[in-house]
């Protein structure tokens, strides 16, 4: 694997696997992804690291029949706006759900999937996705 295809996918590791995005603590406001300056406080604002919970609602979605490469295995799926518990708005594969069981409003938790069969460096790619909180 070359090494800018490395560096790039380390680069998502984190937010990838562990939901880690920022909070400002100066305003309060949560980013998914991450954001090095807050639009709001801009430069009085102070960015930390914030690893979510997890937990959210759905905020709207959409049912895919027609998949991009890698994801044949999974149609029908469900893509969803999920809107965290924190206030930050997360698109995501919903999981261990039937299209037809999803709702708006549906409370949802992160877990840990695969993402894709392999990319082109031939790495198995895996993240969250959304599934029904029990
Ligand atoms: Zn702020």
Not at 26 to 45: A, D, N, Q, T, Y
Not at 63 to 92: H, K, M
């Amino acid at each position: 694997m070359e090494e800018k295809a490395v560096s790039f996918y380390w680069r998502g590791f984190k937010e990838r696997y562990g939901l880690v995005g920022s909070k400002c603590e100066l305003c309060s406001r949560h980013f998914f992804p991450g954001r090095v300056i807050c639009p709001e406080c801009r430069r009085k604002g102070k960015m930390h690291e914030h690893r979510f919970s997890g937990k959210g609602k759905v905020y709207s979605y959409t049912v895919i029949r027609t998949p991009p490469t890698g994801f044949e295995i999974y149609i029908p799926y469900v893509v969803a706006i999920v809107d965290l518990e924190e206030g930050a708005r997360v698109v995501s594969q919903l999981v261990d759900v039937k299209p037809e069981e999803v709702s708006i409003g549906m409370p949802v938790e992160a877990c840990f999937r695969k993402i894709r069969e392999q990319n082109q460096s031939g790495l198995v790619l895996y993240g969250f996705k959304f599934r029904p909180l029990k």
